[in-house]
């Protein structure tokens, strides 16, 4: 068995510090020179990206401050996987409730990325949803501030052509869904 010569080696690794949501991982590293040096990273559960669709083909989106840019940021609904969800599909199912109200009648993968693994282990899972519905109330977290709008799929994407959705999981997820996702026979 043989061993591709980019791969590092891990000799120790250490939690530096931990918070709700994250830790940062510090992992003291050979490199393929011999080379020993510390390597820091962010580490944090996988999490769900949902695109929903109305029956009527527009897209439910939500606001939401973000303290990190210091501004209301228009995205998709996206969250966490839980130890309590049975699989990924239950977990979108299960954000798209807790932070619209929304129910989907079906639910369909659309891509798995990896946005940052340069310095963040983070897992993307995105999901379609159509038949969307208000179902129930929402239920926030206890940090969470959002509001639920909606758009055509046409002005999301000026939107985000024009610079006005920053969002990258948003940004992302639209596109890839335009570009390879959009079955518009549907």
């Known amino acids: 068995m043989s061993t591709d010569p980019l791969v590092w080696d891990t000799l120790d690794r250490q939690v530096a510090y931990t918070c709700p949501g994250f830790d940062v ?6 490199l ?8 820091d990273y962010l580490t944090e559960p996988p999490s769900v990206v949902v695109l929903p669709f ?5 897209v439910v989106l939500i606001e939401e401050w973000r303290q990190a840019v ?3 940021n228009r995205s998709l609904p996206v969250g966490g996987v839980e130890p309590d969800d049975d699989d990924l599909e239950a977990a979108a199912r299960r954000e798209l409730t807790e932070e619209t109200g929304h129910e989907a009648e079906t639910l369909e993968p659309l891509v798995t990325v990896e946005p940052a693994n340069g310095i963040a282990d983070t897992v993307l899972h995105f999901f379609v949803a159509y038949d969307c519905r208000p179902t129930a109330e929402q239920r926030l977290d206890h940090n969470e501030s959002i509001r639920v709008t909606g758009t055509s799929l046409e002005d999301l994407l000026t939107a985000i052509g024009d ?9 992302l997820g639209v596109s890839y869904y335009r570009l390879f996702g959009d079955d518009s026979d549907r």
Do not use: A, K
């Open 25 to 30: 991982v510090n992992e003291t590293v050979r």
């Open 54 to 58: 109305t029956p009527d083909g527009d």
């Open 163 to 171: 610079g006005e959705v920053r969002d990258g999981r948003t940004v």
């Open 32 to 39: 393929p020179d011999g080379t020993e040096t510390d390597f």
């Open 70 to 72: 210091s501004r209301v």
